[in-house]
């Protein structure tokens, strides 16, 4: 009767014959915006007793969310109603959401509402009720295979209703790649691979293997007698016989062995004298 607004007064509270301290030691009826407000205080502070983690916006959500609707409130009050307190505590309580990462690749999950950043920070608390989305986020090199306890499936998004403490996991796994090996020239040869996967022999003309995301895979060239190694291309670029690729996708690399033959010059005659070749 004393204060209200419909859109600058949010709710209503018990300001009428209220029993209250009163100067010189003494109690007295009152009745106003002054008996009303400790009310709401109290409420308040009920609210954060139960749940310290709460911030001001959720418990201002708690006591707002929980009004009794009143209809002589309707007009007067933002929400149309008056302060339920015995409603209020179940928003007022918190439930903690705990995500857990699995598998052999890595990413992220982030929460909606904020709180949940796994990364560093994957348990927080939220109210009771609320709706909580999950949100999976593969890394560089990995993918998101799924989810597993209150959640499930393979999407990336999650959505919870937290009526009590919850835990999920995402699993993450290491992208797979091709690593393709061709053979090219005249000649013959064998390519294999460390870690294993490749063993392209004199009679392979190519193979493919793959290999986990970030897999440095050691390439080695062997010519038998007749033929000579003569080089890399694609991938790897180098003349030697060994070859490292590092695997961050599919990835083709070339082995060329040229056929070789053997000149043999013989000397004959009384004198003496020397014989090079060019090449």
Do not use: E
């Not at 929400?79 to 699995?102: H, Q, W």
């Not at 392979?204 to 080089?231: D, E, I, K, Y």
């Not at 030697?240 to 599919?250: A, D, F, I, L, N």
């Amino acid at each position: 009767f004393s204060n209200w607004g419909a859109t600058r007064v949010d709710l209503g509270a018990p300001g009428v014959g209220v029993v209250s301290t009163y100067p010189g030691n003494m109690l007295a009826v009152m009745s106003g915006t002054s008996m009303a407000t400790p009310h709401v205080s109290g409420a308040v502070a009920l609210c954060a007793s139960i749940s310290p983690s709460l911030t001001a916006q959720q418990i201002r959500s708690a006591v707002l969310g929980s009004v009794a609707a009143t209809s002589s409130l309707a007009t007067k009050t933002v929400t149309g109603g008056r302060l339920d307190v015995g409603a209020m505590v179940s928003p007022c309580t918190t439930y903690g959401v705990t995500v857990t990462k699995a598998g052999s690749g890595s990413g992220t999950v982030t929460s909606n509402p904020a709180g949940i950043s796994c990364g560093a920070t994957c348990s927080a608390p939220f109210p009771n009720g609320t709706s909580v989305t999950l949100t999976a986020a593969p890394a560089i090199g990995s993918v998101f295979t799924g989810w597993s306890g209150a959640c499930s499936g393979t999407a990336t998004t999650c959505s919870l209703s937290v009526t009590g403490s919850l835990s999920a996991t995402a699993t993450f796994t290491l992208t797979n790649y091709t690593l393709s090996v061709t053979k090219a020239g005249t000649g013959s040869g064998s390519v294999s691979s460390s870690p294993s996967g490749i063993s392209c022999g004199t009679t392979c003309t190519g193979q493919t293997a793959q290999f986990t995301h970030g897999t440095v895979v050691v390439l080695t060239a062997t010519a038998p007698t007749g033929s000579a190694f003569t080089g890399w291309s694609g991938a790897c670029t180098n003349a030697t016989g060994t070859c490292s690729v590092t695997m961050t996708g599919p990835t083709s690399v070339t082995a060329t062995f040229a056929q070789t033959f053997q000149l043999t010059v013989t000397k004959s005659g009384n004198g003496t004298g020397a014989i090079a070749s060019s090449p």
